[in-house]
């Protein structure tokens, strides 16, 4: 088995819409970036390819190639689980937390789960989010950041 963790964090601005696993969540601003900007994406993308020894997102998904900009993250996911299949491996569980002062993300996770699961081939079950505000503090508090952190767990197949 191998374990892998990653942390993403992205800058709110207004008029940009707030995807979070693939769900466009109603806010009056979303994620500055050169994708989607979906932290949770980036973060699961992250911590897939640190258990795995492949670098980061970054050298296969730079963020000065014009092929990738505004690119669905979902395409981040789809080839990095081509590379975890290709070393045989399957997820065995990974675990997110959001950290978000708002809006209040309940009503998603359930969706955002099953997004995760259906892209990594897994059971839904294998998938946990958690959200956290920061109680008003720094960046993310002040409704200027949101962040996503990652823990995957990795099995041989």
Known sequence: ????????????IDKRPLVLAGVIVPAPYGELAHSDGDVIYHAIADSILGALALG??????????????????????????ELMDKKQYKIGNIDITIHLE??????????M????AHLLKTDIG?????????EKLD???????????SIVLLLEK
């Not at 998904?61 to 990095?80: H, K, V, W, Y």
């Not at 789960?113 to 995760?116: D, M, P, Q, T």
């Open 102 to 111: 708002e809006p209040k993300i309940s009503a998603y996770k359930f969706t």
């Open 56 to 81: 980061d997102i970054g050298d296969y998904f730079p963020d000065n190639d014009q092929t990738t900009e505004g690119m669905n993250s979902a395409l981040i996911i789809d080839r990095i689980y």
């Open 139 to 149: 960046a993310i508090g002040q409704k200027k950041a949101v962040k996503a952190e």
């Open 1 to 12: 088995m191998r374990i892998g963790f990653a942390s993403d964090i992205h800058q709110l």
């Open 113 to 116: 789960r099953l997004n995760i």
């Open 126 to 134: 294998n998938v946990s989010i958690k959200a956290e505000t920061n």
